[in-house]
């Protein structure tokens, strides 16, 4: 079966450092792959998603995150945080043949001056 | 264009009382779903609609109901609310069944039931 685990419950950062956000899934073949940010009160958002080709996949607000087949990840990563960026995000799977996304627990990120 | 929209965006239900959650969307998109929010849980599917006329189970169907009024309309109904229906709630859409395309989101509604 299916699943997505984000090890990291919740992250604190420093307002101009690098992130990276982890997340494994489990899938037999290749998956799509997605990320979603939730601001506080707030629907989620897609930030980025990979189905082929590169590996790199570039996303909005800065934001990017490279596949790898061989350790099964997918993470997020931003190489300057902005405070705006405290949130939470969720990474998600698709697979063929399903019509809905398998969503990890999300990972909360506090930004601190 | 609205996107997903949902109604209402907050509500208080006793236990016992009903109610029905409310989404549309304006993207002409073929496929609706709700989820339920819980802390440390993500999203469970609650129930999804492939396409207008069709609604499916997902990993937590009990306790609501869903109609698919329209291709535009997808309707949660919680028949007898629980406590344990606290959650926010999302309703989404996406514009067909492949894999890789996105869920569009709604901005949720928090049901608190006591």
């Known amino acids: 079966a299916q699943s997505v685990t984000q090890p990291d419950i919740h992250i604190t950062v420093s307002e101009g450092a690098s992130l990276e956000l982890r997340c494994n899934y489990s899938?037999?073949?290749?998956?799509?792959l997605f990320w979603y940010v939730q601001s506080p009160g707030q629907g989620l958002q897609l930030l980025l998603k990979y189905f082929s080709g590169d590996t790199l996949v570039q996303g909005i607000k800065g934001f990017e995150a490279e596949f790898k087949r061989s350790q099964s990840s997918f993470n997020l990563r931003k190489p300057s945080v902005h405070w705006s960026d405290a949130a939470e995000y969720f990474c998600?799977?698709?697979?063929?043949?399903?019509?809905?996304?398998?969503f990890g627990t999300g990972t909360r990120l506090t930004v601190i001056p | 264009n609205a996107g997903v929209t949902q109604t209402p965006k907050f509500q208080v239900l006793k236990t016992g009382q009903s109610m029905t959650l409310q989404c549309a969307q304006d993207?002409?998109?073929?496929?609706m779903y709700w989820y339920r929010q819980d802390p440390g849980m993500g999203l469970r599917l609650i129930y999804y609609s492939a396409s207008e006329g069709t609604t499916d189970k997902g990993e937590v169907p009990n306790g609501y109901n869903v109609s698919r009024l329209n291709k535009r309309e997808f309707s949660l109904r919680l028949e007898s609310a629980a406590p344990s229906q606290t959650s926010v709630y999302f309703c989404?859409?996406?514009?067909?069944?492949?894999?890789?395309?996105?869920?569009?989101f709604g901005p949720g509604t928090r049901l608190t039931v006591t």
């Open positions: 899938y037999g073949a290749t998956p799509y």
């Open positions: 993207m002409n998109h073929n496929s």
């Open positions: 998600a799977v698709g697979q063929t043949g399903a019509n809905n996304l398998f």
């Open positions: 989404a859409s996406r514009i067909g069944q492949g894999a890789h395309y996105e869920q569009y």
